[in-house]
């Protein structure tokens, strides 16, 4: 199994582990210090060694911060964890802070004290987030200190080693590009920017540049690393030659000089000392990097990272590799929900839903030899009230009956070498109530709104984020999280920079995957969501009009439950456009699946009105 059901997070230790950051601090003269779940790649997964707010804290969510002071401790996380958040931390310990409306650094601005010496591990912040944290800092009269070591690698007794897992090669099939190509064309950005080098810091960049795989972090297959592209000249590449295979070694031998990775600092200061011109992107590379450069006479450009959009825009190999994954994968969930349905009411938990969904993954992606290779994140398997926590991670301790009268929340993913999924469907469990029926209703017109959406050039995601929100503002209602993020292709399942959200300020390109995943959620009762991946194509002209138009195509192949949907709440528009969908999974799905399981499907995907 990929997913784990143990929770290794303990609210009961957070005051035994602050006391110990509290006395390290003491000891060297700081009055604070902050500890973001982040490691010196700055991605979303991070290896169990880099898990130290979760140490520190318990809280076992993706994002966070926590400032810790002398007197108390504060924990900001975003809308996804507000609940989660109390649920895995000590209170009487850490105060939850909503970092969306108090940020870190405007709660630094306005309570620090004069004097005030808060440390910060330079490693583990972006060159933003220091700059935001120094500019906070100097206007309450305190001062942020980098330190040489962080301080919970020394008090962590039992901290796990880096990983060294195997390093392999993306075929060409599925990259649709060689990795001397793509650095060829990243050589010719910095050339053209007037960089000499720029350090790849997102592992899914390095990925995607020298064409590899691993499996150094949960759920995403990065090798972790760092690369130094050279406008002219080698690139340098930084990694544990013991996660390098024969082959493999072989492979990147040819593409950049490897180098171990604790001589990273020593080359970028030799570079520096030489009269670099280094790019770093501000919003991923760590303030480590910018100091070396600059302290040791280079020049820092701060430049967004090269690789981003070429690797967030896919080329018709990964795009073709991601709708085979896509029938596949909608394959596997269509058995998983005509399995579920036949069950009776009440004898399904969480976990067990989550077991039966990625075994039908597996023995889907075996029948087609395009194996499951691991989930893409841990399955939200949410029933009841638990839906309503909306990055809930279910574990022996939370996990619950899918009881009669509930909403059910699966939000899953797999990774396959040829794509990367991400579904989201809510299943009525027994009879649902007239109020969840409605609130679903709102949630899939946001959907279709998305889906059916043509828009200009230039458009970006804040700019469309509303479509799916205008339901649900007319019944006076809302849900914390953006619409969409970016996926990759077999790598990370929130790919950056394309978004479907308030924040999200990038363009929406031609060959980008994004999710579409509106929800609602009651605290305490349920929770909804429904979620597809699209991709960003050219629309079909419109007679009479005068410029190009974008749309989307949707990947995701899985039906809704029509016992959520009420008929009478769609327009005729969006009438035609579930049925034409729900026609498309009969199609394309229906010659997958066989027996009852098609059976089920053909009653699933029936026209709404019917």
């Not at 990694?239 to 020593?266: F, S, V």
């Not at 981003?308 to 596997?332: S, V």
Request: overall charge negative; charged content about 25%; hydrophobic content about 40%.
């Amino acid at each position: 199994m990929f997913q784990s059901f143990e929770s290794e997070s303990d609210p009961s230790k957070g005051a035994e582990h602050i006391a110990l950051l509290r006395k390290w601090l003491n000891e060297r003269g700081l009055t604070g210090f902050v500890v973001p779940r982040a490691d010196e790649y700055q991605g979303e997964y991070v290896p169990p060694r880099s898990e130290r707010l979760r140490w520190l804290t318990g809280f076992a969510g993706s994002a966070g911060v926590v400032l810790v002071l002398m007197d108390r401790a504060l924990i900001f996380v975003d809308g996804r964890y507000t609940l989660q958040v109390r649920d895995q931390v000590d209170t009487a310990v850490f105060t939850p802070v909503n970092l969306v409306e108090t940020p870190p650094d405007a709660w630094v601005k306005a309570n620090l004290g004069k004097g005030a010496r808060i440390g910060f591990d330079p490693w583990l912040h972006t060159i933003s987030e220091a700059h935001d944290w120094r500019a906070a800092a100097e206007k309450s009269g305190a001062e942020m200190v980098a330190v040489e070591k962080n301080p919970i690698d020394e008090l962590w007794a039992d901290q796990p080693a880096a990983p060294l897992r195997p390093v392999e090669i993306q075929p060409i099939e599925f990259a649709g590009e060689l990795a001397k190509d793509k650095l060829a064309r990243l050589a010719g950005v910095l050339a053209r920017e007037g960089a000499t080098h720029c350090v790849l810091t997102d592992p899914s960049s390095l990925a995607w540049a020298f064409n590899i795989r691993g499996s150094d972090v949960p759920h995403t297959p990065l090798a972790l690393g760092f690369a130094v592209i050279a406008a002219e000249g080698p690139h340098l590449l930084f990694m544990d030659k013991r996660k390098l295979p024969i082959e493999p070694e072989a492979y990147l031998t040819q593409l950049a000089d490897l180098r171990a990775p604790g001589t990273l600092e020593a080359e970028i200061a030799a570079l520096a000392a030489k009269g670099a011109r280094i790019a770093l992107d501000p919003k991923l590379a760590a303030e480590r990097l910018r100091t070396l450069v600059e302290e040791n006479g280079g020049k820092v450009l701060q430049l967004a990272d090269p690789a981003r959009l070429p690797r967030a825009t896919k080329n018709e190999a990964e795009i073709a590799g991601t709708r085979a994954a896509h029938r596949r994968d909608g394959a596997a969930v269509v058995k998983f929900l005509a399995w579920l349905d036949a069950q009776p009411t009440g004898s399904v938990d969480e976990i067990t839903a989550v077991t039966r969904l990625e075994e039908a993954r597996r023995q889907t992606g075996e029948e087609t030899q395009r194996p499951l290779r691991d989930v893409s994140f841990d399955t939200i398997s949410g029933a009841g009230p638990n839906g309503a926590i909306i990055h809930y991670c279910v574990s022996h301790a939370t996990n619950r009956k899918l009881g009669d009268g509930e909403l059910f929340l699966l939000d899953s993913g797999a990774q396959y070498q040829d794509g990367t999924t991400d579904i989201t469907r809510t299943v009525a469990i027994g009879r649902p109530t007239d109020e969840m029926r409605e609130r679903a209703t709102i949630v899939l017109k946001g959907m279709i709104g998305i889906s059916m959406l043509r828009y200009p050039k230039g458009t970006r995601g804040c700019d469309i984020d509303v479509v799916a929100r205008i339901a649900h503002w007319k019944a006076g209602v809302d849900y914390a999280h953006g619409t969409g993020h970016g996926v990759g292709s077999y790598l990370s399942v929130h790919e950056g920079p394309q978004r479907i959200a308030k924040a999200g300020t990038e363009k929406l390109l031609e060959g980008m995957i994004l999710s579409n995943e509106p929800g609602y959620y009651k605290a305490g009762a349920y929770g909804i969501r429904m979620e597809n991946l699209i991709l960003v194509t050219p629309a079909e002209p419109i007679e009479g009009g005068d410029i190009a138009m974008y749309g989307f195509e949707t990947l995701t192949l899985a039906p809704f439950d029509r016992r959520l949907i009420v008929a009478a709440l769609l327009s005729s528009e969006e009438r035609a456009w579930l049925d034409a969908y729900h026609a498309r999974v009969l199609a394309e799905i229906g010659p997958m699946v066989g027996g009852d399981v098609l059976k089920w499907l053909e009653a699933a995907t029936a026209p709404i009105d019917q």
